[in-house]
């Protein structure tokens, strides 16, 4: 749109304005093409895929869940195991599924002494998954 100025009245300076037709033009041909060509995109072929059977997904192994406490307590579920009917209690679960995986939490205090040991005794059982379970950074103390 051309505004006047105060200038003499018979040298107009030209005003520069953006032409909007071409571009309005060239959205509408894109959305012509996507509309046509949409549908097309879900087709699919048909083919008759042949039928096999195969043996069903193992289940996921059973999990020992051993926390040792500050104070060296050991704990096997939610029961207390002292020392020396640690390996037998490992024993029992590796005769009850062969895959067992142990989790283990130990607190922050734990003596290293006590880790090793029940890992060592988790070993001799026959547990060969043994896992540390640890708190995410961001949620610790």
């Known amino acids: 749109m051309a505004m006047g100025s ?6 107009q300076m030209p005003t520069a304005e953006i032409n909007m037709t071409p571009l309005v033009d060239v959205m509408l041909v894109l959305l012509i093409i996507f509309i ?3 549908p097309l995109m879900t087709h699919s072929v048909k083919v008759d895929l042949p039928r096999a059977a195969s043996t069903p997904t ?3 192994p059973m999990t020992l869940q051993v926390s040792i406490t500050g104070e060296s307590l050991i704990y ?3 029961a207390t195991v002292d020392r020396n009917g640690l390996e037998q209690k490992f024993r029992e679960a590796v005769a009850q599924d062969a895959n067992v995986e142990m989790h283990l939490k130990a607190d922050r205090d734990t003596r290293y002494e006590t880790v090793a040991e029940t890992m060592s ?6 547990l060969t998954k043994i896992g540390f379970v640890t708190q995410p950074a961001s949620e610790q103390r």
């Open 121 to 126: 005794a988790a070993r001799r059982a026959g």
């Open 76 to 78: 096997v579920g939610n």
């Open 6 to 11: 105060f200038n003499s009245p018979g040298t």
């Open 58 to 60: 193992p289940e996921k």
């Open 36 to 38: 046509i060509t949409a």
